[in-house]
């Protein structure tokens, strides 16, 4: 089923039997890390047209592709 088809949190909560805990910040240890040039440039260009289309594959391959590939650069290093 794709994520589309699921409209709301409660519905994939009830369809998969999940908890939520948002009292933990899991992420208060990580070191915030400034964003490459690149990336910045990208972004600005390609999140407008990723928001204007209005679809998963779009916000996939316009912004999130991008992301990845960057934070695999910088781990390689």
């Known amino acids: 089923m794709s994520y589309s088809k ?3 949190l409660t519905i994939v909560k009830k369809k998969f039997n999940l908890t939520l ?6 992420f208060t240890t990580v070191p915030e ?3 490459s040039e690149i990336l ?12 204007a289309i209005s679809t998963e594959k ?5 912004i999130i592709s991008p992301i990845l590939v960057s934070v695999a650069r910088w781990v390689s290093k």
């Not at 910045?40 to 928001?51: D, G, Q, Y």
């Not at 779009?58 to 316009?62: F, G, I, K, P, Y």
């Open 6 to 8: 699921f409209t709301t």
């Open 21 to 26: 805990d948002e009292t933990r910040n899991l």
């Open 33 to 35: 890390v400034k964003i």
């Open 40 to 51: 910045a440039t990208i972004l600005a260009e390609k999140v407008p047209l990723a928001l």
């Open 58 to 62: 779009a916000r996939s391959e316009l």
